[in-house]
């Protein structure tokens, strides 16, 4: 198993340059937060038709999970057509077909525009079965994209060297490395006139009249509208949150013999499934890029074993050499199967969000770059309310339940014990949450063992921490925020930090008294 220096994505040596924090308060047409794709595309998009823009990022451009996708471009969803069909009926299906097949068609007319070197090229999809599992799903797969407006083929197998079992070919499918991509593109928006501040948190966000962005450091961004681009939404606290759920999924990319493994993207049906896409590494070499293992957020600290599972799966299947980087990202799942981009619920007249990326972020924050711009500019799209982001879908219910359930589980952990009993069981390097009196207390050891202690509290919504062996973070277990070891917020719903244990205690002898 490779060491810890390892954990890092394939798109570790490309660098996006930095841009500047923003120090003083301005205004602006759009405000967008968040540097990511949905967010850069939709500033790219907004630019070229005259408006004035503005991003802020509290980290880098594509810093966020953007920069751990695996980054296919499909129309081949992971929320099956027929599942798609079922819950949002035939014409909502042919408009996820449509729109997915829009999102690769611009990244490539942009790339050819904007002359933005990313390797991006058109290849096959093949989604197949393993010998041995029922054929079922590809029939109905296939009869269900067809309705959809999509020509797949059946074939006996995916171009592997190994027998995968009977396989659904969809054409016209691409890749790309997205960090180069983003790169070109906050050349162009700054080009057009759009200014990228990166370094500056949005603390408060709010719409109306007098919308605006509130920044950590005391200034603010005034604007027209303004887009939550943050992969979950980190500007309200039920609307959306209540209607996705956080998973974390886990991959690694091993160098392989150029030309051993045929160019494609390729995506199995069991479960645990499979996705699998190949990148040139260097002269004679490849990437083989192989991801899976999913699990809630938050709810398991087993990577090291989801990672052994993949090397297994992809040694058993490609003539891998030694494993090069290993990481994983956070996908938002819609109950659904479809993103959450439109105005926002609870401030619908100026304030717009994008998420629920459903295992797709390139392509859904690519069609939110496209619907939000549309929506700002005040023309129709038919899009619009497939991916409404305030609709109810009944026959979602059994999911919405299920996730729901799940959460309501996770408060039980408000009253027991903590994960040791003393901050000097945990090694350097380590985390754990421990119990002092009524506290939960989120104890980080430093390499030099000195001890850092924060609230153990999600500041979303009150689920407590835990502790993330492989990334070094307090993950929440609710709806998928997560903080780094010192307590500092990286991924939403949670939008502040996880305050001093001083602080809490404060806080509850102020509630107390």
């Not at 007098?210 to 961004?221: D, F, L, P, T």
């Not at 190949?278 to 990672?307: M, P, S």
């Not at 959460?407 to 009993?421: E, H, I, K, N, S």
């Not at 925020?481 to 602080?503: C, F, M, W």
């Amino acid at each position: 198993m490779p060491n810890e220096q390892t954990v890092s994505s394939w798109m570790a040596t490309a660098e996006v340059p930095l841009r500047d924090p923003l120090t003083e308060s301005i205004s602006t047409d759009v405000c967008i937060v968040g540097a990511g794709i949905a967010g850069i595309t939709t500033a790219y998009l907004l630019a070229s038709e005259g408006k004035a823009v503005v991003v802020l990022d509290d980290g880098a451009i594509g810093g966020g999970m953007t920069g751990r996708t695996t980054a296919h471009l499909v129309n081949a969803l992971d929320d099956r057509y027929f599942d798609l069909e079922r819950l949002h009926g035939e014409a909502g299906a042919r408009l996820a077909a449509e729109s997915h097949t829009a999102a690769i068609a611009l990244v490539e007319k942009i790339v050819a525009k904007e002359g933005i070197d990313c390797n991006f090229s058109r290849l096959d999809g093949y989604l197949f079965v393993p010998p041995g599992e029922s054929l079922d799903i590809l029939e109905d797969e296939l009869q269900a994209a067809a309705r959809a407006g999509l020509k797949l083929e059946r074939v006996d197998r995916s171009p592997l060297d190994y027998d995968t079992g009977p396989a659904l070919r969809f054409p016209k499918q691409a890749q790309f490395h997205p960090l180069k991509y983003l790169a070109g593109l906050a050349t162009a928006i700054e080009r057009l006139g759009g200014r990228i501040y990166c370094g500056t948190h949005a603390a408060e966000i709010k719409g109306g009249d007098q919308a605006q962005v509130s920044c950590a450091n005391g200034v603010a961004v005034s604007a027209a509208a303004i887009v939550v681009a943050t992969n979950s939404p980190v500007n309200d606290l039920f609307a959306i949150h209540t209607k996705q759920a956080a998973y974390q999924t886990y991959v690694i990319a091993a160098r392989v013999p150029h030309g051993a493994v045929t160019e494609a993207l390729y995506w199995d049906t069991p479960n645990p499934y499979h996705y699998v896409r190949l990148q040139e590494l260097d002269e004679g070499f490849d990437l083989v890029i192989v991801g899976g293992e999913d699990h809630k957020t938050g709810q398991r600290d087993d990577a090291d074993t989801r990672f052994a599972n993949l090397e297994k799966w992809s040694r058993e299947r490609f003539p891998l050499q030694e494993i090069v980087y290993r990481w994983s990202g956070e996908v938002l799942e819609p109950v659904d199967g479809v993103a959450f981009i439109g105005r926002n619920p609870m401030d619908k007249d100026n304030v717009y969000i994008a998420t629920g990326d459903s295992g797709n972020g390139m392509t859904h924050g690519t069609i939110a770059g496209i619907l939000i711009t549309d929506l700002i500019a005040g023309r129709e799209n038919e899009w619009e309310k497939l991916y409404e982001p305030s609709r109810k879908t009944l026959r979602a219910f059994p999911t919405f339940a299920q996730e729901n359930i799940n959460v309501a589980v996770q408060f039980a952990d408000l009253v027991t014990p903590g994960d040791v009993d003393s901050v000097d069981e945990i090694r350097p390097g380590a985390g754990a949450v421990i119990r002092r009196g009524a506290l939960k207390v989120a104890a980080y050891s430093d390499e030099s063992g000195r001890v850092h202690e924060r609230s153990a509290i999600c500041r979303h919504l009150g689920c407590v921490v835990d502790w993330n062996t492989l990334e070094k973070t307090w993950d929440c277990p609710c709806h998928g925020s997560r903080y780094d070891a010192l307590g500092k917020v990286i991924q939403g719903p949670a939008n502040s930090d996880l305050p001093e244990v001083e602080s809490q205690e404060l806080s509850a002898k102020s509630n107390s008294a």
